[in-house]
């Protein structure tokens, strides 16, 4: 089936948000069942062996982020990521939601209108495409340059508080303190809601690690805009985002 708003989307070029990870310890983002590597928790790689940290990583954090400043603006936001709390279903979540700015034309098999709130509205949900495309984020390093750094660590027991037997382990990390950049960008569509911009900066700017063992100093950050156009914020912005999605 031809979707016509789809169309109009293709034609409209989106806004992009360049972005650079500067990982100021060591990163550990890894997947369970990689090979090639002695680690437990190998870091992962793209298909060029650069260090990646994938995109729905960071959707994953942004998403929560913005769901607080949300909340603490007192817009209703449902519960991600289980299908059933989201919009447009929210089973258990009370009916705050049928706001005029939670209309976006959207309407059920009965023709009735289907609410949606500002995260679902940015990030998408079950029925709704997200408005915001993420980029992996990947590691401008050669990995020629960057060796292979093995963290040993052991599992602690927290009631008897010591080590367990037989349990030790080790993570893969990139190497620390290298001030390694990853680079990335966001894709806002045209059809995004206005305020989109501005929660995700302010959204970014509470990001502080990505990853595995941030208890134990591995994966924390600060982000870089290259381009300053991109993340220029009026007041007008601000003073939107505070009074809703709604114009
Ligand atoms: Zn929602």
Redesign the pocket.
Known sequence: MIQLNAINQSVAAPDILSLIAVIDTALCVGAGGSSGSLADKPILRNAEGRLVIPASQLKGRLRHECEKFANALHLP??ESPVAQT??PQ?AGLPNTFQRPDYSIGDVDAARQPRY??L??QIFG?PVLPSKVLFDDLICSEDPANLPEVLRPGVTLNRRRRTAEDQKLYFLETSPANAKLKFQGSLSIQPSAPPVTKTLLLAGLHHIHALGGSKSSGLGWLHWEFPDASQTAIDKTDWDQLKTGVAP
Do not use: G, Q
Request: proline share 0%; net charge positive; aromatic share 0%.
């Open positions: 936001t449902c989201m919009c929210r949606h709130c995260i679902c949900n």
